[in-house]
Nanobody, 125 residues
Framework: QVMLAESGGGLVQAGSSLRLSCLAS????????TAWFRQAPGKEREFVAH????????DYADHVKGRFTISRDDPNNTVYLQMNSLKVEDTAVYFC??????????????????WGQGTEVTVSS
């Protein structure tokens, strides 16, 4: 079992940066592939980024490629999402998720069994 807690969200202006953190409380965190998803009001939850358990595979959604960076710090049980050049359309609740083992479809929400409560990001013009 693993518990996830996101932090770092807030209200920022377009063009600025935020770093989201996902702190995991559980055993053998290094074995879990992790991802970030986001959900805006009235929209489906959408994939943002994924990093494999060994850090060897990283995937980004087209909407954030080149602007966002996912990384993991296994000794500290933490996954980060560095968000640069934020746009108004990035406004959403951001969720951290964890799976187990090698994922078949890491961009699909159903691959992940553990979710945090989310942290809200609002980007204003």
């Amino acid at each position: 079992q693993v518990m996830l807690a996101e932090s770092g969200g807030g209200l920022v202006q377009a063009g600025s940066s935020l770093r989201l953190s996902c702190l995991a409380s559980g055993r053998t965190f290094r074995t879990y592939p992790t991802a970030w998803f986001r959900q805006a009001p009235g929209k489906e939850r959408e994939f943002v980024a994924h990093v494999s358990a060994n850090g060897g595979t990283i995937d980004y959604a087209d909407h954030v490629k080149g602007r966002f960076t996912i990384s993991r710090d296994d000794p500290n049980n933490t996954v980060y999402l560095q968000m640069n050049s934020l746009k108004v359309e990035d406004t959403a609740v951001y969720f951290c998720a964890a799976g187990l083992g090698t994922l078949r479809r890491p961009e699909k929400f159903y691959e992940y069994g553990y979710w945090g409560q989310g942290t809200e990001v609002t980007v204003s013009s």
